[in-house]
């Protein structure tokens, strides 16, 4: 498996020239103790011809370590045993969300939560929901655990909010909620991730202040339990910065993400799909508070790593374009703007299908953009 992932490495370095010696030789360094030390690798295996090997620490702890390239986390999740297979794919969903779709596919990654996140993912929250809620049905019929059953309900209901169905995801929401706080210890992180989700709810109803009040008591809590840097502390702080867009403060918004951007990059990754995600954001903001120059600036350095860890087709991708085309069209640079928006729209029409609901909100967007007096 080494002799293979390293090829990708090679090649970005130079390739063929860097004259690279004959993989014995390779081998013998990487086996080779350093300074009376440790060497790059540790084999691990039980014998000489049980060829398994440990990165020594300091190349694990190493700062600043590049993105993983698709073609390894493929490589890994295809040469991977399917409960290894599912630990990378879920892995891969945070940095190389095509790599976490090709292991669905693939079937290497193939319980119901893996396969319902993945039509979720592409924007086809029915399918997902009714795949969650036959799961649901048959563990019932079964006489399933009482956690499983849970998450499974949870799931549904998240499906519920990003699909729209706002007031069946809040009152599940709610349900899970009122049973984890009996069961569960106070400190426990699944009840603010279950918090977070019913204040999204509250949030997409239009109850902003309730929402902020709740985000701001959720970030407290995860503050103090997680830390300033956790993965979901951030979240809660990016809820937040957008509630404050919404209610009409979007310098605040901006400031608010480039401090969340700037943590996100150190502690989940430059190439993190949470990390892009707040980019998309802070352009967003940026075009509200008045500067659409920077908002395409953010954009279009933001598409080719949207691009690389989504792929092309991806809803998020799809936006992306269309928001720069509405910058472009803010900043004065209609004839781009009219182009870029009838690209997005006939791959949206081939990817979503002509009959898609958010088709028509777009439609209209463009329909009013020309309608405009150059």
């Not at 976490?100 to 592409?122: P, T, W, Y």
Request: charged share 25%; hydrophobic share 40%.
């Amino acid at each position: 498996m080494l002799l293979d992932l390293h090829h990708h490495y090679l090649l970005t370095h130079g390739g063929h020239a860097l004259r690279p010696e004959p993989v014995d030789d390779a081998w013998m360094w990487a086996l080779r103790r350093v300074h009376g030390a440790s060497s790059l690798l540790i084999p691990a295996g039980a014998s000489d011809e049980d060829q398994r090997y440990l990165a020594f620490d300091y190349l694990i702890d190493q700062p600043d370590h590049g993105p993983i390239p698709p073609d390894t986390w493929n490589l890994l999740i295809a040469r991977a045993d399917q409960s290894q297979a599912l630990t990378v794919a879920w892995e891969a969903f945070w940095h190389v969300r095509t790599a976490f779709h090709a292991a669905i596919e693939s079937g290497a990654a193939n319980d119901v939560f893996a396969r319902s996140s993945a039509m979720s993912d592409h924007g086809d929250h029915a399918h997902a929901i009714q795949l969650l809620a036959d799961a649901l049905n048959h563990e019932d019929a079964q006489g399933c655990d009482p956690e499983h059953r849970r998450h499974l309900r949870h799931q549904i209901a998240y499906c519920q909010l990003l699909s729209g169905r706002i007031d069946e995801a809040e009152a599940t929401f709610r349900e899970l909620l009122a049973e984890v706080e009996r069961t569960l210890p106070p400190n426990d992180e699944y009840l603010q991730v279950m918090r977070h989700n019913l204040a999204s709810c509250i949030r997409h109803r239009g109850d902003l202040p309730e929402a902020l009040a709740l985000f701001r008591r959720i970030l407290a809590d995860r503050e103090r339990q997680l830390g300033p840097e956790a993965m979901n502390t951030l979240a809660t702080r990016g809820a937040i910065a957008g509630i404050i867009a919404e209610v009409g403060d979007a310098a605040e918004a901006v400031r608010q993400s480039r401090l969340i951007l700037a943590d996100e990059e150190r502690a989940l990754g430059k190439d993190h799909t949470n990390t892009l995600f707040t980019r998309h954001s802070l352009a967003n903001y940026l075009a509200k508070s008045g500067d659409p120059a920077a908002a395409i600036d953010v954009l279009q350095a933001l598409l080719p790593d949207l691009i690389r860890a989504l792929g092309a087709d991806h809803p998020e991708v799809l936006d992306a374009r269309w928001h720069l085309a509405r910058y472009h069209g803010q900043h004065g640079d209609r004839l781009r703007a009219a182009r870029q928006f009838q690209e997005v729209l006939s791959d949206r029409e081939r990817i979503q299908g002509a009959g898609d609901q958010g088709l028509e909100l777009a439609r209209q967007e463009l329909q009013d953009f020309l309608a405009e007096p150059a």
